[in-house]
């Protein structure tokens, strides 16, 4: 069965340090990871996903698939960067359900 | 936030009583999904959707019961609540590639 574990349930960081915030899963297909991010007081929505490989507010992410590893970096953090992230993983193109870790709750210290 | 409501957004009942959550959507996805919010567990899909009148259980099921009706409406009951169900419970639509969430609704059962 598919799992994806984020180790941290809390981080704290300083503005302008980096950040990355882990995400394993574990799943023998080819999967579909997703960063979705849900900031106080908004809707939980989609931050990034890695098949499209880009890069949302300063956030990148890599999949590794030697490590089953797919964490969100971003370089110099920012104090509205505080949040409750989520990784998030799917079978493949075409699947149609999602199966998140249990989240990591980010603060940015000024 | 692609159209998506539920309602209540916040209820108390006691144990034993049954509970219904709605969750409404204007842009006709087909897929739509119930979600459970735990600290440390993160989010659990407990049913979902594939169209009117077809619905699938998910990782969380067991004392939950779905409903589609009209595309737009996708309703879960809990048919005996207990005090293990008292949650934040969010309704998603769209398919894995891409989720959008409702705001949320908070059940405390007593």
């Known amino acids: 069965a598919q799992r994806v574990t984020q180790p941290e349930k809390l981080l704290s960081v300083f503005k302008g340090a980096p950040v990355e915030l882990k995400c394993n899963y574990s799943?023998?297909?080819?999967?579909?990871l997703f960063w979705y991010v849900q900031y106080s007081r908004q809707r939980l929505q989609l931050l990034l996903r890695h098949i499209s490989r880009e890069s949302i507010k300063g956030f990148t992410a890599d999949l590794n698939k030697g490590e089953t590893s797919f964490h969100l970096k971003k370089p110099f953090a920012q104090e509205e960067d505080s949040a409750m992230y989520y990784c998030a993983l799917s079978e493949g193109l075409g699947a149609q359900k999602l199966v998140f870790g249990q989240g990591t709750r980010l603060t940015i210290n000024p | 936030d692609a159209g998506i409501t539920q309602s209540p957004r916040h209820k108390v009942t006691e144990t034993g009583t049954p509970v219904t959550l709605r969750c409404h959507q204007t842009?006709?996805?087909?897929?739509m999904y119930w979600y459970r919010q735990d600290p440390g567990h993160g989010l659990r899909l407990i049913h979902y959707s594939y169209g009117v009148k077809d619905t699938d259980k998910g990782e969380v099921s067991d004392g939950y019961s779905v409903s589609r009706s009209k595309t737009e409406d996708f309703l879960l009951t809990l048919e005996s609540a207990t005090s293990s169900q008292t949650s934040v419970y969010f309704c998603?639509?769209?398919?894995?590639?891409?989720?959008?969430f409702g705001p949320g609704t908070r059940l405390t059962v007593t």
């Open positions: 799943y023998s297909g080819s999967p579909e």
């Open positions: 842009e006709n996805h087909r897929y």
């Open positions: 998603a639509v769209g398919q894995a590639y891409e989720q959008y």
